[in-house]
């Protein structure tokens, strides 16, 4: 998590320090002091003060319960979370995360890798290095870190009922460091399919040439305005709000869900492809 600026901390940052040096001098207590309550180094008291370094959320935890802030500290450190997620994404997909995080229900095909909300943090960091060989490891895991955050609208109260397409040839495509890494993401997929936080469909090979080759798309259903799509084609995503484009998305959906296999046969396929990745 960085700020605006190379070496500047991030403003909420800054502000979650100021509330936690202000909540341990009203105590009387120094950094040493603190330290010892929450098992802490006082450096790394001073680093979170100072807003030089994202503090755990061990730490910022264990401030709240032992300073009696009232989940001051916790609150501050979810805001700027979820703004460093943002600021992570690529412009040209933050108006498509917003609409995530409104969405009572998201319908995805993914002819090619799998539907980012579904991916392991190793998935993503492979597919993220294979995108750009010449990234930083930081930046390459504030873009992880970013996808990842994204998830968290799946295990929310009430989550978007998400409905996801995807080419069988997915589940056998080597990714990163295969096979444990594709075993390891299989299996989540899987233990994602059975718990209900997705409801998974396989386009099986066999179905050969259909509409939904052009690529990847989303349709997402919002409370109280129409239906929105994404398409992914290979240099930046667009969000599609015209009503006859998204109905002719919806109809090509609607037509790939019509040929994918129901969702307790794509749960045996994907079993079976988890225990093809041997080393």
Known sequence: MTGNRAG???????????????ARESHGWTQQDLGREIHFSDSQISAVETGRRPPSPALVHRADATLGTGGLLSRLLETAQATASREALPEWFRPWAEIEQTATALRSYQPLVLDGLLQTPAYARAMFQAGDPTASEDALQRAVDARIHRQQILSRPNPPRLITILEESILHRPIGDAPALMRTQLDHLATTSRAGTAEIHILRTEVGAHRGLAGAF?????????????????LRGLVIETATDVDAIRHI???????????????KLIQEATHSWTT
């Open 8 to 22: 500047a901390p991030h403003p909420t940052l800054v502000s979650l320090g100021r509330e936690l040096r202000l």
């Open 218 to 234: 989303a349709l997402a259903t919002i409370p109280g305005h129409p239906d929105a799509a994404f398409i992914d084609p290979q």
């Open 253 to 267: 959906w609607e037509g790939l869900l019509g040929e994918a296999l129901p969702k307790r046969q794509s749960l």
